[in-house]
């Protein structure tokens, strides 16, 4: 908590509204272990909103890295995706600092993205990501660099480039969010054989029904409902059991039409708020449907008066 409250102090442009039940501390641990080594990569396999981003994020952030994601627009082509990795591999080669670049299989506009990918998870490096004017500026910056970390080295071309290499391997950390849904996992995972190899693979299985219902406490426990608090705390488990019901019924559905559909994690977060927005919106049209019964109740109030003063006349 208190470091998910630095990251929305410090970070702009993410907020993190994160419920640390113990399936999701299990994975920040392991997310945090897997970036925490030298070269270590990881590959996050879970369907949708499960929380491989936001934990990523987090990760970073107390291990003290920056991490990076690509921003995809219509026009985004490997020429771009080339100049974002540029970036990177200044950051962890030429400055030294730690880097986190997570990449989600929904990021994929073109199959050729992940024969980068796969290239620098296997080897480190991708060949002719600089130019040669490029590299000459990047050899004068990190001459120095490598003369006070390894003085016995000469600064040869080679020993540079190795050096720079290296140093980008070290502090460069991969973080692949992939869902297993669908066939484009397994095939991906054929083709591009570094993604298994050169990662550390954690599986985000679905939410148990203490992760469920903790979400669900988080959502709802300062949203005011009119009921008692036992009610209540029947409502919150409700919750848990109406996304579990679904899930069932998802598989259900499969064997008699063979329709594969998914209910998400994110599917209970959406729940919830619909949930929320009903509620607002059906107690309002309460509130404006007492107020209109008042109101006419008030009229038959005023023509009796009136009927009763007719009557005396």
Not at 53 to 61: C, E, N, V
Not at 149 to 155: D, F, L, S
Not at 267 to 279: A, G, M, N, Q, R
Request: charged content about 25%; overall charge neutral.
């Amino acid at each position: 908590m208190f470091f998910m409250g630095q990251f929305n102090e410090y970070i702009r442009g993410y907020h993190m509204d994160l419920v640390f039940f113990m399936d999701a501390l299990k994975h920040l641990m392991i997310v945090s272990r897997i970036i925490g080594n030298p070269r270590g990569n990881a590959l996050l396999v879970g369907v949708g909103g499960s929380g491989k981003q936001s934990l990523t994020r987090l990760a970073s952030f107390i291990a003290g890295y920056k991490f990076f994601q690509i921003t995809l627009t219509r026009s985004y082509n490997t020429g771009n995706l080339t100049e974002d990795l540029k970036i990177l591999y200044r950051t962890a080669g030429l400055e030294g600092g730690g880097m986190t670049f997570i990449f989600t299989d929904n990021e994929i506009k073109e199959e050729s993205f992940l024969e980068f990918i796969n290239n620098i998870l296997s080897s480190g490096e991708i060949a002719n990501l600089f130019a040669k004017d490029e590299l000459d500026e990047m050899y004068s910056e990190l001459t120095p660099v490598m003369k006070k970390i390894q003085p016995r080295r000469p600064p040869t071309q080679d020993n540079l480039y190795d050096f720079f290499i290296s140093r980008a391997r070290f502090n460069l950390h991969i973080a692949l969010c992939f869902s297993p849904v669908g066939e484009k996992f397994r095939m991906r995972s054929l083709k591009f054989p570094g993604l298994i190899s050169g990662c550390v693979i954690d599986w985000f299985q679905k939410w148990p029904e203490d992760a469920r219902i903790a979400v669900s406490r988080h959502y709802l426990t300062e949203f005011q409902i009119i009921c008692s608090d036992k009610v209540k705390e029947h409502v919150i488990d409700i919750m848990s059991w109406i996304h579990e019901s679904v899930q069932e019924a998802c598989l259900t559905y499969f064997d008699r039409f063979r329709r594969v559909t998914f209910v998400t994690p994110k599917s209970l977060i959406s729940f919830l708020e619909s949930y929320k927005l009903l509620y607002k919106d059906k107690q309002n049209h309460i509130v404006v449907m007492s107020e209109r019964m008042s109101s006419g109740l008030d009229k038959l109030d005023e023509a009796g008066a009136s009927v009763a003063i007719l009557k005396r006349i």
